[in-house]
Every structure is written in structure tokens, then in C-alpha cells.
């Protein structure tokens, strides 16, 4: 089933205590689309430059994914640079060139517009708003956020929401949504702005679904070395929705509990794997055996 | 099956975003063996001065603690005051009056030096090496300790955890020992220093059982509301080593997965409670039926 990526494709530069890359294939759209290539048959919306090197695009291409969407226009591509503390728990942005992707307006060309699915990437609510009126049978929806749009474009935001199925976001912004600390009370607010099922992410200690009759808690993977964790909450995005998609789930308010915590384990699985090498690098060799055997220690680490 | 548990009785002055109490029973030895007793059969090592309330006492004894091992002597029970800040992520502590604790050198009644568990509660690790010694017939030992003892009593700590067969502590204390960030690696280091299986407590993410052939991760219970995080983690200290004793285990080293993993889930059940009330107030009045609830949600919350 179709599933519509709509975020940013960028250049990153990224410091960690494992080394230092200074321009590489970046950007939540990019990072959510590769994840959910593994499940779904996925539908890029995005904006590049001139500078877009073919063999990026090619790692795009390679895993199937429609670049119909992904405009090119004249000008640079949105370069971020940023570089994580010795623990890796902190991270300072060095640089944010929004460059193209200032100008970002999404237009759904016509193949895109019947997809069923969209997971909007961290952008302006109004985009996100904007390309969710442009699906014409939409199953459900959902999307991420950050800090910035929560203090900066709250009512923005509340509108945009307001139409999605799902939101997928992390504690702290959880937390600054909602006005609640505890997180069971940060869900229910959130839930009451629209969408029936709140997942709050938790960095390395995993992700908790929300939905009105009960919660379920994916734990982290505990890697034996984490080198770059930029784009794992992108990645567990992409493996949520991705496996949600390629069950044809019809509405995410009446999906089983056994699917929707299958798609939380999935997303959990994508994340961990994102972090093991710099970038995309691990994501881009990934296959679907691999996947499995994660998700089967999964299973391990966890019954009781 | 007899567990002995060995620490501080103290009484504690708590500050919370909830309310503030002056003066009530605490101190880790009191709520190790009050999450224990639900399990064991406890026989309580420590030490109080002359101002220890004979209603306090009661609370011990209603819970069929073995007090023969409690000295009562000249002078004031330890006194520990401190306060959390807000989201109670943080704790300041204000006063720590050792007091009658300053002199404490714990002698086993004969009756005790028979008991097959025990659990050396965050004291002085020489102290908790003297005692270990005094056991005649143990079947397993384990216990916790605090940065504290780690950075200014290194080598008795370590002479001290050699014969210990697991260990709980958190996770920065796993750091600070083994001199790794990463839990799994700082697991294995202090694998490596005597005990078989290390218990990494995590705050309100909950726990990791790390043994040499895998690990199992326990997720903390997501409360409505936490109201004293005091003790949390002594009361996961009391459900883990109240559980196997009461199974009777022979040997933690051969111990199954199905009774550890299970005593990792009683250990948080019984952490949960005891954030639920200020002080050892929810353990006062807790009952198996309420722990079996809880452990049954712990099963719901987790399984996929």
C-alpha cells in the first residue's frame, strides 16, 4: 500500500565520539522514507537543490522509493550540521542552511494524491495541514513535530493535528504540548486535540503507545556501541507507519492491538539499526532477514 | 525461605511536589524489607537509637519481620532529609544525621547465620563484606551500592563484590564502576569482578537483567501520578530478592530465565507502589492480591 513521506531531504554534517562526516545524505524525509522502504511501497514529497548528488538520489531510488514528488529547483539543498556530547545524549546544532527548503510548498502530484497513507516529517504545520487536504482517500494519517512549532506556531499546530490519526513525538515535546509532565496526562491532552492514538518517544529507552483503552511499552535496543544517533526517531517513524501500511490497515482507531504493537517493535528495530553506523549508512544495506532477527530478540528480551 | 536484608533504618524528612513530611520511617534496610516481606520470610539487620517509635516497630513486626537483628542503642536513629524538584528528577539532599548509623558493625544473631539469601542494602562495603562472612550456608548473596562508596572505597568495593553472585545497581553506578557508558559493556566489566548477574536499575524507565548469555529489559510502570520516588528503588531490590527466595532458588547462576525474568517484574511492581504514597505508606497497606494485579498489567502493557 502506498505511504506518502513528506519532510526534509538534506545534507548533514555530524560530529560523534566515533568520528566526524562532513556532508552526507540527511534529513527526516530521507531517514523515514529508507525505514519505511523495507515495508511499504513509499511516496517521497521533498525539495533539493542543484547540488542533489545523483547517487543520493540513487540510495532513494535503489529502495523503490517514488521520487515523483521530489522537487528539484535552483539553488542549494538544506544543509544541517550539528555534534553529539561524549555520551551521545546532547547534541548542539552548529549550522541550519535552510537554503531550497525555505521556499518548500508540496504539491501532491496527481499518482500521490490517492495514496492512502501520509506520514508528515518535522516541518511548518501549515505545510503538513496543507498537504493532507490534497489526499483524496485518505486512511489515516499522522506525523512528528518539534519544540520550535510547538512554542512558535501552537495554533498552527493544534488546526494541523487536529485531522491526524496519529502523532509521533517525543517526551519532551510531549510534554510542551500537552502543558502535562507525567505522561500518561501528556497523552490524554494530546489525544483530546484530535488524534486517537499519541506515540511518545523515549531516545534509548524506547516508545510508548497511547490509545484510550490502554498503553503498550516498546524498550530501546541496547546496542553494544551507538555511532551516530541522528535520524532514529525518523527511522522509527518510517517503521510504525511502514508496517502499518504494508498490512493494509484500514483505520488506525479500530487496528488490533497486535498490529499496532507489532508496528511499535518495528519502529524500535529501524531506530536501533539507524544508529550503528553514520547517516543512512546502515539503512541503506539493511535487508528484511536482518530485520526479523532484530525483531525476534525483541521478543527475547522482553517476555516474561 | 529466609532472607536476610542489611542497611540503613533511618527516618527521613521528604519534600515533594505533593507535600512535605518533617519526620517518618525510611532508610533502605526498612523498605527493602517491607517490598520483601510481601515474598519471604525477612530477618532485618540494622541498627536505631532510642527515639525509634514503637509504632514504627509495629509496622516492621505487622509484616512479620524478624526484628531479632535490629540493635537499639544510646542515642538518635540516622536521620536523612531531602527534597525533588518539580518533575522529581532530581533529588537535593538537605541534612544526613548518621547518628547511632555512624557506629553500626552488624553481628548475626545465631538464629540468622543460617538464612540462605541475603540482601546488603547501600552501606559502608567493608560492612557488607563482614556479614556476607558470617553467613554459615548461603545460597546466594547480592546487593546494591551508591557512587559514594564507589569513588572513595574502590578497592574494598571490589574486594567486597567478588563474592557477591548479583549485583543492583543504577545506572550511572554501573558507569562509575566499570568505567563504560554503555550499559552492555559496563555489564560485562562488572561481570567480570565476581558477580554472575548484574541488575541495572534505570529510574522510571525501569530495569536491565544482564546474565552472561543475554539480557532482559523490565520497563518501568507508567504511574498517573508518582508521589515520593523515595525508596523506589530499595522497594525493586525487595520484590527481586523476595520473589527468588520465596521460590526457593538453589543458585542465582542456574537460576531460570522464567524466575528471574519474573522476580525483574515483581521487583518493579513493588518500585511502582511505592511511589504511589509518600514514605513506606502504600507498602504499609499493600496486599498480594494488589501485586498480582499489577504484575498481570505488567504482562498486558508489554506483550506483542
Redesign the interface.
Known sequence: MSLLVVGSVAYDGVETPHGKVERMLGGSCTYISLAASQFADVKLVGIVGEDFAPEDEGILVDHGIDLTGLEKVPGKTFFWSGAYS??MNERTTLTTDLNVFADFNPNLPSLYQSAPYAFFGNIHPALQKQVRGQMKAPRFVGGDTMNFWIEGTREELRETIKDWDFILINDEEARLLSGD?????AAKRIHEMGPHTVVIK?GE??A?LFRPE??????GF?????FDPTGAGDSFAGGFMGYLAEQGIENIDQASH?HL??A??YGSVMGSFCCEQFGVGRLRTLNRDEIETRYKEF??????
Open positions: 561524549q555520551n509532565y507525567n505522561l500518561r496526562q523515549r529507552y524506547g510508548v490502554g498503553y503498550f511499552i516498546a524498550p541496547l546496542l553494544e556501541s551507538v497486535a504493537r507489532k511499535m517493535i521478543k527475547e528480551f522482553t517476555k516474561f
